[in-house]
């Protein structure tokens, strides 16, 4: 089944602790994205990848940090995790070339920084 | 977010049409989406209009672009329960790269 895996769904933490979550696709696609959701804001791009080794930032990359080191996955790291990083999290794919409108996105993971 | 705007909520009887409204202010804004998301789910893409393009029609949903007025509607004919969701619209500017999202509509569908 094609899909986007990312874990944990749900964590706790206390600030400054570092955390990865990590993200995974079986669809070799190009392209992958993080976002936060966070209510009344919508969805707010983080950072996205192009390929392997390709990162670059979105609207809002300040405290976080990826790396895209094989294809099929795309962890997000943040080092020093702080209150206002209490979002929803979501990791997506697609192919390149397609505008990347056609994102698959994964089921999300709720983090939780105290 | 904050440059692509949505109403939050729209209520709606079973079989009738449904509007959604976004607004977005970049003119260079290329591709045009309408993203569902069910509860505890992630987004499906529903549709994508070019932004050279005016209207786009796919079974129940009609989505129309007023570039001049920088305004996108969503339309869900015969809305049926199972349509009950949050309605994000986003656009891609020059960079096909890069998204944003407005803060979503949540439709309630009543019986």
């Known amino acids: 089944e094609a899909q986007v895996t990312q874990n944990p769904r749900y964590l706790i933490t206390v600030t400054g602790k570092k955390l990865t979550v990590t993200c995974s696709q079986n669809?070799?696609?190009?392209?992958m994205s993080w976002y936060r959701q966070d209510p009344g804001l919508g969805l707010r791009q983080i950072y996205y990848?192009?390929?392997?080794?390709?990162?670059d930032k979105g609207d809002v990359p300040e405290g976080y940090k990826v790396s895209r080191k094989e294809k099929r996955n795309f962890p997000l790291i943040l080092e020093s995790p702080s209150p206002n990083q209490t979002s929803l999290y979501f990791c997506a794919s697609s192919r390149a070339g397609t505008s990347g409108g056609r994102q698959f996105f994964g089921p999300g993971t709720r983090l939780t920084v105290l | 977010g904050e440059d692509v705007e949505q109403s939050l909520f729209l209520s709606v009887r079973e079989g009738d049409s449904s509007v959604i409204n976004c607004t977005y202010t970049?003119?260079?804004?290329?591709?045009l989406y309408w993203y569902k998301q069910e509860p505890g789910a992630g987004l499906q893409l529903l549709t994508y209009?070019?932004?050279?393009?005016d209207m786009k029609q796919d079974q129940r949903l009609t989505v129309l672009l007023n570039k001049k007025d920088k305004h996108l509607s969503l339309r869900i004919a015969d809305t049926q329960t199972g349509d009950s969701a949050i309605y994000f619209c986003a656009e891609t500017r020059g960079n096909f790269n890069k998204f944003y999202f407005g803060s979503g509509t949540k439709l309630n569908v009543k019986p």
């Open positions: 209009i070019f932004s050279n393009m």
């Open positions: 990848s192009m390929n392997v080794e390709v990162t």
């Open positions: 970049d003119s260079s804004s290329t591709y």
């Open positions: 669809m070799n696609h190009e392209y």
